[in-house]
């Protein structure tokens, strides 16, 4: 999960907040101070993050050590002591409010995803992000949708075609884009169109989309255009999902529901640091 690419992020996140250093902490904390305290759940939630905590530490100081109390993944109640940290005073007290905007955030994505996951159980249909994701923040919020349960739709521009109504409109048409990137695409790679009516389905079937999006229908509508499609392709709901039903979407018998939501308003779960006295 931590890539060089996030590395360098974390470094930056660090020195944003210490700048040219801590003047509240290293001017009442003595240098040889240490400390021992625990990340405590103060709600329910999934857990997220935790390997992302252990490296923010180690970025600014070897000494310190953080020792998971729980699994990546495992719902927590209310006081469960998630991870004890211990070591430097100094480094800990620098590095809390990066690990712990980046442990609440993973974890509210994280426990978002497991409530709709859940909401759809039994279905068939699957649960999926989006790309609409915190800039630099991508790589991290897509795990943690997947530490929730859900599934991962492309991670950018450069590894999957989805074709949307922009794309058609400047396109010429649906049969016209799909057409056009056929022919310029390797065989390997799937593409998907942005549908509205059923007209626009049916054209996508003809043009061969491997995935059809369903955009903004009510139930009934996509509930026809599942029917029409008949497997030919593969299927997914999308459009303000996150306010939706979506065990109504999920039984109109969609294989995919796509929720930007999970990432783009998501809650962080509360979470704090405790020292021991």
Known sequence: MLNIQLEDFLRRALAEDIGTGDITTINCVPRDAQSKGHFIAKEPGVICGLPVVVRVFALLDSAVCVTPL?????????????????????????????????LQRLSGIATRTAEAVAEVRGTGTKICDTRKTTPGLRALEKYAVKTGGGSNHRFGLFDGVLIKDNHIVAAGGITAAVEAVWGNVP????????????????????????IIMLDNMDTALMAEAVRLIGGRAITEASGNMGDRSLRDVAKTGVNFISIGALTHTVRPTDISLRFSE
Request: aromatic share 0%; charged share 25%; glycine share 8%.
């Open 70 to 102: 729980v699994a990546e993944g495992d719902r927590v109640e209310i006081g469960t002591a998630i991870a004890e940290v211990s070591g430097p005073a100094q480094a800990v007290l620098q590095g809390e409010r990066v690990a712990l905007n980046l």
């Open 187 to 210: 065989h390997t790679v799937k593409i998907e169109v942005e549908t509205t009516t059923l007209a626009e389905v049916e054209e996508a079937l003809q043009a061969g989309a491997d």
